[in-house]
């Protein structure tokens, strides 16, 4: 096993390299749950922790390229903030896409 | 409990449309991508099926073109894929009317969306199984289905920017993510994320930005977080 991690992804392996990389993303997905049931309580501020989780992950996922991708794409995503104090997501992709879509049509 | 699961799963299968447009198009972008890089169709086909994640599956394409050892590539999946371990530890808490069965196999479908919609749903009612797998299931089909498509279909689409789909999952996370604004901290915490992402971002480079801001944001909510309770103890 040791070998086969060393040697390179090719033609011939990448199916069981793919297996792999599905396995690596399962056990992600399921691995913070699995240490955290292993707690009866959580303490307040692991609590805390997690009520962040959302918000924190999201807006590193949103953030950087909403500021790198371009004047129209950066006026979309202010125009959608400004949607979202009032609208639902559909209402809020509706916004921004409009702006997209015009945009490029018009060629910003 | 006055609605029946048959209701809770279309309630799911209704929040997740707004983002099929995305899927269909970062599937079929993947498809072609996959092609396009040396993987063959029933390849490129199989990630999609195995896998579930545009992150993970674009590292590893963008890797096995450069002819780097396996474990190399498993380590940035992993690393791309770290911010889910935080996923399963949060949404978890309210997966306790979930059979083992059905908590497992709905971890293999937590993706970013999957999450931030269940942490949504989870803040105005209980998160019911149900609820979960309706957003979810759809979810699956379409991506490996459109996967298909793409590799199949590739080098017919010219111009997909045309249409906004490339800005259509990043507009949708921004909405999930001021859904969340009532929580507590969750202004400052977002801010020092946002802040700490950018600078790696822009100084380190993708995919760290996600887990150092996202880690100081949580580290934030921790310190900020309801310190009347065992203050002596923290002290």
Redesign the interface.
């Known amino acids: 096993m040791l070998e086969?991690?060393?040697?390179?992804?090719t033609?011939n392996?990448?199916?069981f390299?793919?297996?792999?990389?599905?396995v690596?993303?399962?056990?992600?997905?399921?691995?913070?749950?699995?240490?955290?049931?292993r707690f009866k309580t959580?303490?307040?501020?692991?609590?805390?922790?997690?009520?962040?989780?959302?918000?924190?992950?999201?807006?590193?996922?949103?953030?950087?390229?909403?500021?790198?991708?371009g004047p129209l794409?950066l006026v979309?995503?202010l125009a959608?903030?400004v949607a979202?104090?009032r609208l639902?997501?559909?209402g809020?992709?509706g916004v921004?896409?409009v702006i997209?879509?015009m945009g490029?049509?018009f060629g910003f | 409990m006055t609605h029946s699961n048959r209701d809770h799963f279309l309630e799911g299968a209704r929040?997740c449309?707004?983002i099929m447009l995305a899927v269909i198009f970062f599937a079929m972008l993947f498809g072609a991508t996959g092609v396009n890089n040396?993987?063959s169709f029933g390849?490129t086909v199989?990630?999609s099926a195995?896998?579930?994640?545009g992150a993970?599956?674009f590292v590893?394409l963008d890797?096995?073109g450069q002819?780097?050892?396996?474990?190399s590539?498993?380590l940035a999946?992993?690393a791309v894929?770290?911010?889910?371990?935080?996923?399963?530890?949060?949404?978890?808490?309210y997966?306790g009317n979930f059979s083992p069965l059905q908590?497992?196999s709905g971890?293999?479908l937590?993706a970013?969306p999957v999450?931030?919609a269940g942490?949504?749903r989870a803040q105005k009612q209980k998160l019911t199984p149900a609820y979960y797998f309706g957003y979810a299931v759809p979810l699956y089909p379409v991506w490996v289905g459109c996967t298909a498509l793409g590799a199949g279909f590739g080098k017919l689409i010219t111009d997909p920017?045309?249409?906004?789909f490339d800005?259509?999952l990043?507009?949708?996370?921004?909405?999930?993510?001021?859904?969340?604004?009532s929580?507590?901290?969750?202004l400052s915490?977002?801010l020092?994320?946002?802040i700490?992402?950018?600078l790696v971002?822009?100084y380190v480079g993708?995919p760290w930005?996600?887990m150092s801001?996202?880690?100081?944001?949580?580290?934030?909510?921790?310190?900020?977080?309801?310190p009347e309770?065992?203050v002596e103890k923290?002290a």
Not at chain 1, 4 to 9: C, D, H, I, V, Y
Not at chain 1, 24 to 37: D, E, K, M, N, Q
Not at chain 2, 161 to 164: C, I, L, N, S, W
């Open positions: 086969f991690l060393a040697s390179n992804a033609m392996n990448v199916w390299v793919i297996l792999l990389t599905g690596v993303t399962y056990i992600t997905r399921s691995a913070g749950h699995v240490v955290l049931a959580l303490h307040p501020r692991v609590e805390a922790a997690l009520e962040a989780v959302p918000g924190a992950v999201l807006v590193t996922i949103v953030l950087p390229p909403a500021l790198t991708n794409e979309a995503m959608a903030l979202s104090f639902s997501p559909i809020v992709l921004g896409m997209i879509v490029r049509y | 929040d449309l707004p040396g993987l390849e199989f990630s195995a896998v579930f994640a993970s599956q590893f890797l096995y002819q780097v050892p396996v474990w590539i498993l999946v992993f894929n770290f911010r889910h371990v935080l996923y399963s530890a949060s949404l978890g808490r997966m908590k497992y971890f293999f937590l970013d999450f931030g942490e949504l920017q045309a249409f906004g800005m259509l990043s507009i949708y996370f921004l909405s999930l993510l001021m859904g969340f604004r929580r507590p901290n969750w915490s977002v020092a994320s946002g700490v992402s950018v971002f822009k993708s930005h996600i801001g996202a880690l100081v944001g949580i580290a934030l909510a921790a310190f900020l977080g309801k309770e065992k923290d």
